[in-house]
């Protein structure tokens, strides 16, 4: 158990909808990652969050969007969902520490499935 | 910027066989590099860390990696391959960005072990 927390673990949904994707990283860890994990695509980075601001972006669609919030817990928001979408998304979390605590630690991810 | 290239996308082993998965980085100072491991339908986990202490990093499950920064590899190495060392393995190379950390990976290593 690497501490990091997502769900719901499963979901399905149609077409055009939205859904929000949900994730508690380790206690004490300040940044928290988005990644999207498909067949085709493989693992692909979205967006990195580090204490409630945006630090960096990757290939994340215009129809995504993502926040993390006070009590840094973060939220990933998909809409206008299409085929397209379904995916392995996953959380990871991490802290700048001593020399060497420095990894990233994954969550067990949500799998979306978009019919 | 960091980069990484796994050379191999396919690797396959029969088992009891030594297993090598090939990884090379750029980047412009000294980096942490880590290997991450990835079953099927499961989070990425931790296999091993390198942080500049010593340059042989030994992880679980009997793998290790040596970081030759002459030839900016981080290959990954196990003497005898099991049936449950099937799975994809990651490469990852980290940034430290201040207060947070950037992490860039790799595309990825299918390893398959034969019976």
């Known amino acids: 158990d690497s501490g990091v927390t997502q769900t719901p673990k499963h979901l399905i949904t149609a077409t055009g909808q939205r859904v929000t994707l949900r994730c508690s990283p380790r206690s004490g860890d300040l940044s928290v990652y988005w990644y999207q994990q498909s067949l085709d695509q493989g693992l692909q980075f979205l967006i990195q969050y580090y204490n409630g601001e945006e630090r960096a972006k990757g290939n994340i669609l215009e129809r995504f969007s993502a926040q993390q919030f006070p009590d840094l817990h973060s939220e990933l928001n998909l809409s206008s969902l299409e085929l397209g979408d379904s995916a392995l998304y996953f959380c990871?979390?991490?802290?700048?520490?001593?020399?060497?605590?420095?990894?990233?630690?994954f969550g067990p991810g949500t799998r979306l499935t978009v019919l | 910027a960091q980069s990484v290239t796994q050379l191999d996308s396919h690797v396959s082993v029969s088992e009891g066989t030594p297993v090598l998965l090939r990884c090379n980085y750029s980047?412009?100072?000294?980096?942490?590099l880590f290997w991450y491991v990835q079953h099927p339908n499961k989070g990425l986990q931790l296999l091993l860390k390198y942080t500049s202490a010593a340059t042989l990093v030994k992880g679980i499950n009997g793998f290790e990696a040596e970081f030759k920064k002459s030839e900016t590899s981080f290959h990954l190495t196990k003497p005898s391959a099991h049936m449950s060392d099937a799975a994809e393995y990651f490469c990852v190379v980290s940034d430290r960005m201040g207060n947070f950390n950037k992490f860039y990976f790799g595309s990825g290593t299918k390893l398959n072990v034969k019976p």
């Open positions: 990871a979390s991490s802290v700048v520490g001593q020399a060497g605590y420095n990894e990233q630690f």
């Open positions: 980047s412009s100072y000294s980096p942490s």
